[in-house]
């Protein structure tokens, strides 16, 4: 079956560059598009960026300039690069596979998650 493990989480500081990963197993990996979604406390869940197969790329206006997101096929791996770390940045990041619905990136497997906690 499919499985998509995170991992690259904890607790940073602002201004932190941590790097999420996120492995891929039991599908085809570069035929997916692939997501990172975020959810804050008390916030419902938020799509931060997706790369589509052929390796276009769509940012929320909050991460723009500040997250990258990258995918490595050999690797069945997609990343998620943050920099410039805020506190509103916590939550808990999902990586997902995903499909395109009318240009729009449509989730249909979700990774158990890994939580980033930006506090000094």
């Known amino acids: 079956q499919v499985q998509l493990v995170e991992s690259g989480g904890g607790l940073v500081q602002p201004g932190g560059s941590p790097r999420l990963s996120c492995a891929a197993s039991?599908?085809?990996?570069?035929?997916?598009?692939m997501g990172w979604y975020r959810q804050a406390p008390g916030k419902e869940r938020e799509l931060v960026a997706d790369?589509?197969?052929?390796?276009?790329?769509t940012y929320a206006d909050s991460v723009k300039g500040r997250f990258t997101i990258s995918r490595d096929n050999a690797k069945n791996t997609v990343y998620l690069q943050m920099n410039s770390l805020k506190p509103e940045d916590t939550g808990v990041y999902y990586c997902?596979?995903?499909?395109?619905?009318?240009?729009?990136?449509?989730?249909?497997?979700w990774g158990q998650g890994t939580q980033v906690t930006v506090s000094s």
């Open positions: 039991g599908m085809i990996f570069s035929a997916n598009a």
């Open positions: 790369i589509d197969r052929g390796g276009r790329i």
């Open positions: 997902s596979r995903g499909t395109y619905y009318r240009g729009t990136y449509s989730p249909n497997i």
